[in-house]
C-alpha cells in the first residue's frame, strides 16, 4: 500500500472552529469544531478523494511541497 502525505491547512473561523484545506487537492474543503476533529475531517477527506481516485482510475497528487 503507498502511502501519501499532504500539507493540509487549518484556518481558524470567527464563529468558531477550522476551515480545512489541501493545496494539493483543491477539490477538499471541510470543516472541524475543534482541531483535532478538523483534522479527522482532512483525514477522512483525503481517503475519501484517493479511494475515488483510484476507483476511477485518476492521478492522484503526489505531494505538496
Keep these: 500500500m503507498k502511502v501519501y502525505n499532504y500539507s493540509v491547512v487549518f484556518e481558524p473561523v470567527d464563529e468558531g472552529g477550522y476551515n480545512v484545506i489541501v493545496p494539493a487537492i ?5 470543516f ?3 482541531l483535532e476533529e478538523a483534522k479527522a475531517m482532512a483525514t477522512d477527506a483525503i ?3 484517493i ?13 505538496y511541497a
Excluded: N, V
Excluded at 483543491?26 to 471541510?30: D, K, M, S
Excluded at 479511494?51 to 505531494?63: R, T
Design 32 to 34: 472541524g469544531d475543534t
Design 26 to 30: 483543491p477539490e477538499i474543503c471541510t
Design 51 to 63: 479511494e475515488s481516485a483510484l476507483i476511477a482510475k485518476e492521478p492522484i497528487p503526489e505531494h
Design 47 to 49: 481517503r475519501c478523494y
